[in-house]
């Protein structure tokens, strides 16, 4: 099993993405969950920010800590010769005598009450008493110990996501309009929706194209369509300033609401409908456009996620679609996101392992 350090203040949000990059997520303390396996997709996630092979799970305190770290029955010398796989809780923990180790402790969102500081310097002579060679600048290995509320989990790091979401602000895009979503939160959306190598990812309503560059940069062939040809033409070049030359994608002026694609072309959709402004298609109202959007997501794709400024979930379910989960996320006083993670009821769930 694996300890995932999640990242935010909503949980649940949180654990939904991380299952597009792991299996059998499961909350457990604030800001921590549990998976049964991983994949390297945990490296785009969004809010999680670490996954560690578990050793084991305790309560919050350093000396239950300790003894769950002294319960593992592995050393350096076993392990070295591959004898650990009696004791699988130890995970791969020092797999080769020559590893160094370092220990770094959280106290998750200050909820434990925990010495980071103490609980590193005890676990870390529980390691060098095992005969392992500690290295706090550079090690091999390094062992979390995450404290939060009546919870510890303790586990070999395993994998970061890659946190370089601050060189992608919209304002700093080659081509910018005041809105964009940030890259963050777009990337996140994108994991909802399954982009990943091999999938297509449509936004019909791209704006300056922020979905679709996460899309693209999670691997998947990202498409955009906007009412405006000068927002369809930005969109371009953002996607051509942050993908590679090799790497497929394509927007168009379009009517999200009638879209030059066949039905079922397209692996997911995701969208960012109007806030209270006018519609930018001729002859449509702000809920005609958002209803057609619906119905001509799912004539195209089999799963999407849409956000808008309240809950889009009656218009979706009208238009033949299954709502999978509902989140809140807050922007300002004034503005709050609601996202919908819909599937279609007839063909389930897409690009979900």
């Given at each position: 099993?694996?300890a995932l350090?999640?990242?935010?203040?909503?949980?649940g949000?949180?654990?939904?993405?991380?299952?597009s990059?792991a299996?059998?997520?499961?909350?457990?303390?604030?800001?921590?969950?549990?998976?049964?396996?991983?994949t390297?997709?945990?490296?785009?996630?969004?809010?999680?920010?670490r996954?560690?092979?578990?050793?084991?799970k305790?309560?919050?305190?350093v000396?239950?800590?300790?003894?769950l770290?002294?319960?593992c029955?592995?050393?350096?010398?076993?392990?070295?010769?591959?004898?650990d796989a009696?004791?699988?809780?130890?995970?791969?923990?020092?797999?080769?005598?020559k590893?160094t180790?370092?220990?770094r402790a959280?106290d998750?969102?200050?909820?434990?009450g925990?010495?980071t500081?103490?609980?590193?310097?005890?676990l870390?002579?529980?390691?060098?008493?095992?005969?392992?060679?500690?290295d706090?600048?550079?090690?091999?290995?390094e062992?979390?110990?995450?404290?939060?509320?009546d919870?510890?989990?303790?586990?070999?790091?395993?994998?970061?996501?890659v946190?370089?979401?601050?060189?992608?602000?919209?304002?700093?895009?080659?081509?910018?309009?005041?809105?964009?979503?940030?890259p963050?939160?777009?990337?996140?959306?994108v994991?909802?929706?399954?982009?990943r190598p091999g999938?297509?990812?449509l936004?019909?309503m791209c704006?300056t194209?922020?979905?679709?560059?996460?899309?693209?940069?999670?691997g998947?062939?990202p498409?955009g369509?906007?009412?405006q040809?000068?927002?369809?033409?930005?969109?371009?070049?953002?996607?051509g300033h942050?993908?590679?030359a090799?790497?497929?994608?394509?927007?168009?002026q379009?009517?999200?609401?009638?879209?030059?694609?066949?039905?079922?072309?397209?692996?997911?959709?995701?969208?960012?409908?109007p806030y209270?402004?006018?519609?930018?298609?001729?002859?449509l109202d702000?809920?005609?456009?958002v209803?057609?959007?619906?119905?001509?997501?799912r004539?195209?794709?089999?799963?999407?996620?849409v956000?808008?400024?309240?809950?889009?979930?009656?218009e979706a379910?009208?238009?033949?679609?299954?709502?999978e989960?509902?989140?809140?996320?807050?922007?300002?006083?004034s503005?709050?996101?609601?996202?919908?993670?819909?599937?279609?009821?007839?063909?389930?769930?897409v690009?979900?392992?």
């Amino acid at each position: 099993m694996y300890a995932l350090e999640l990242a935010g203040e909503d949980d649940g949000f949180a654990a939904a993405e991380a299952a597009s990059a792991a299996t059998g997520v499961e909350v457990v303390a604030p800001g921590l969950a549990t998976a049964n396996a991983v994949t390297d997709r945990v490296r785009t996630l969004a809010y999680t920010r670490r996954a560690s092979e578990l050793v084991g799970k305790t309560d919050a305190s350093v000396e239950s800590a300790r003894v769950l770290l002294e319960a593992c029955e592995c050393d350096p010398e076993e392990t070295a010769s591959g004898s650990d796989a009696a004791n699988p809780d130890c995970g791969e923990m020092g797999t080769n005598s020559k590893e160094t180790v370092a220990v770094r402790a959280r106290d998750v969102r200050e909820t434990a009450g925990i010495d980071t500081q103490r609980a590193e310097r005890v676990l870390g002579q529980t390691l060098v008493d095992r005969g392992f060679a500690v290295d706090l600048d550079d090690p091999d290995r390094e062992l979390r110990a995450l404290f939060s509320a009546d919870t510890c989990l303790l586990g070999w790091l395993e994998t970061e996501s890659v946190r370089d979401y601050g060189t992608r602000k919209p304002t700093d895009r080659p081509f910018f309009q005041p809105g964009g979503m940030d890259p963050l939160l777009a990337r996140a959306l994108v994991n909802l929706a399954g982009a990943r190598p091999g999938a297509t990812l449509l936004d019909p309503m791209c704006g300056t194209g922020g979905v679709l560059i996460e899309a693209g940069l999670v691997g998947a062939t990202p498409l955009g369509a906007d009412a405006q040809r000068k927002m369809a033409r930005g969109a371009a070049e953002n996607l051509g300033h942050y993908l590679s030359a090799d790497e497929e994608w394509g927007t168009l002026q379009g009517d999200a609401t009638h879209l030059p694609l066949s039905a079922d072309s397209i692996d997911a959709v995701v969208f960012d409908a109007p806030y209270g402004r006018q519609s930018k298609i001729a002859n449509l109202d702000l809920d005609d456009l958002v209803s057609g959007a619906l119905a001509e997501a799912r004539r195209v794709a089999d799963r999407a996620v849409v956000v808008g400024d309240r809950s889009l979930a009656p218009e979706a379910r009208a238009e033949g679609w299954t709502v999978e989960a509902e989140f809140e996320r807050r922007v300002h006083r004034s503005l709050v996101r609601y996202i919908t993670v819909l599937d279609d009821a007839d063909a389930g769930p897409v690009g979900r392992d």
